[in-house]
């Protein structure tokens, strides 16, 4: 198991590695310049220009540029921001975490609360009314796109009906439609994964045997059935935490919702470089902890899966 964690570890490094290298390659070949954002509409000599791209080493290569920020990134230090000039980039990231974080809690816990229920009650009452309902509903939860949705529904509930907030992370309405909107895609996914694996353990003999036992059917669940669907759903639940991470991005910024995702869609239209690959480095991170976690959680879920 040791040297398991450890391959991965490695491996997660390479990886983080690698993204990182290529976002500050797409940077590079991006049009405009943090100097052309500095100066904006201000008139200045090229001497100037040179002086402002000595300090932020942008006169140097490419390669320079990226193993100065490596080597700092070693030592935690993610470097200032430009445009908010003196502001270190770790502290900017640590304010928006905060938001990010409550956002992305909120919508995976509604979506577990609602969707293995909803999954595991729909595969018991197979060809149901509720069976085939909760299917087309979650067929439509996956083609609805979230941006498009999210749009819809600041339309119905803060323009005609006024109820909630449009925008803003204040308060707890402010957070209804975000989360609801994070949480649509996941829920419909986990609905169908949890069916899915509810009905193929259902069909399996020692819950057959079980039955012939004579055990009530909630025992049946609890006992033979919820344990063993869990482990497809726990495969996918790492990745998608990835997927959530991403949708977050998009949200926030329909949502003028204050968190790590609005400051890295800012901090690409004003050519931040420094936050840009912070939040990048970040997310990166976390999917690759998350994805380790969720392998390990194989053998705990399931004691026939070993790692090796």
Same mark, same amino acid.
Request: charged share 15%.
């Given at each position: 198991?040791?040297? *398991?964690? $450890?391959?991965?570890?490695?491996?997660? $490094?390479?990886?983080?590695?690698?993204?990182?290298?290529?976002?500050?390659?797409?940077?590079?070949?991006?049009?405009?310049?943090?100097?052309?954002?500095?100066?904006?509409?201000?008139?200045? /000599?090229?001497?100037?220009?040179? %002086?402002?791209?000595?300090?932020?080493? @942008?006169?140097?290569?490419?390669?320079?540029?990226?193993?100065?920020?490596?080597?700092?990134?070693?030592?935690?230090?993610?470097?200032? #921001?430009?445009?908010?000039?003196?502001?270190?980039?770790?502290?900017?990231? =640590?304010?928006?975490?905060?938001?990010?974080?409550?956002?992305?809690?909120?919508?995976?816990?509604?979506?577990?609360?609602?969707?293995?229920?909803?999954? !595991?009650?729909?595969?018991?009452?197979?060809?149901?009314?509720?069976?085939?309902? /909760?299917?087309?509903?979650?067929?439509?939860?996956?083609? &609805?796109? +979230? *941006?498009?949705?999210?749009?819809?529904? $600041?339309?119905?509930? /803060?323009?005609?009906?006024?109820?909630?907030? #449009?925008?803003?992370?204040?308060?707890?309405?402010?957070?209804?439609?975000?989360? /609801?909107? @994070?949480?649509?895609?996941? =829920?419909?996914?986990?609905?169908?994964?949890?069916?899915?694996?509810?009905?193929?353990?259902?069909?399996?003999?020692?819950?057959?045997?079980?039955?012939?036992?004579?055990? #009530?059917?909630?025992?049946?669940?609890?006992?033979?059935? &919820?344990?063993? %669907?869990?482990?497809?759903?726990?495969? &996918?639940?790492?990745?998608?935490?990835?997927?959530?991470?991403?949708?977050?991005?998009?949200?926030?910024?329909?949502?003028?919702?204050?968190? !790590?995702?609005?400051?890295?869609?800012?901090?690409?239209?004003? @050519?931040?470089?420094?936050?840009?690959?912070?939040?990048?480095?970040?997310?990166?991170? !976390?999917?690759? &902890?998350? +994805?380790?976690?969720?392998? @390990?959680?194989?053998?705990?879920?399931?004691?026939?899966?070993?790692?090796?």
């Amino acid at each position: 198991m040791l040297a *398991y964690v $450890i391959q991965r570890v490695l491996q997660g $490094i390479v990886v983080i590695f690698l993204v990182s290298f290529a976002t500050f390659a797409i940077l590079q070949l991006a049009p405009g310049s943090p100097v052309d954002i500095l100066i904006g509409e201000a008139q200045v /000599s090229q001497a100037q220009i040179d %002086a402002i791209e000595r300090k932020w080493g @942008l006169d140097k290569p490419w390669y320079v540029q990226y193993g100065t920020w490596l080597g700092n990134v070693v030592q935690l230090d993610f470097g200032q #921001s430009v445009i908010r000039t003196g502001t270190p980039v770790s502290q900017m990231v =640590m304010e928006a975490a905060p938001a990010t974080l409550r956002l992305n809690a909120m919508s995976l816990g509604l979506s577990l609360l609602v969707a293995l229920p909803l999954g !595991i009650f729909a595969a018991v009452r197979r060809h149901s009314f509720f069976d085939y309902a /909760s299917t087309f509903g979650s067929t439509l939860g996956v083609a &609805v796109p +979230n *941006y498009w949705l999210g749009l819809m529904l $600041i339309i119905l509930f /803060s323009l005609w009906l006024g109820w909630l907030p #449009s925008y803003g992370s204040d308060g707890w309405r402010s957070a209804i439609l975000p989360v /609801s909107v @994070l949480a649509a895609e996941e =829920m419909a996914i986990l609905a169908r994964l949890s069916r899915g694996a509810t009905l193929e353990v259902l069909n399996q003999d020692h819950v057959t045997t079980a039955r012939a036992k004579g055990l #009530s059917r909630g025992a049946v669940l609890r006992r033979h059935v &919820v344990r063993n %669907a869990l482990l497809p759903i726990v495969t &996918v639940l790492g990745y998608r935490i990835a997927f959530i991470l991403s949708g977050t991005i998009v949200i926030e910024t329909i949502f003028s919702w204050s968190g !790590i995702g609005r400051l890295f869609i800012d901090s690409i239209y004003r @050519l931040d470089y420094q936050v840009v690959q912070a939040i990048v480095l970040l997310l990166a991170t !976390i999917v690759v &902890v998350v +994805n380790l976690l969720t392998d @390990l959680a194989y053998a705990y879920i399931d004691p026939r899966i070993r790692l090796r």
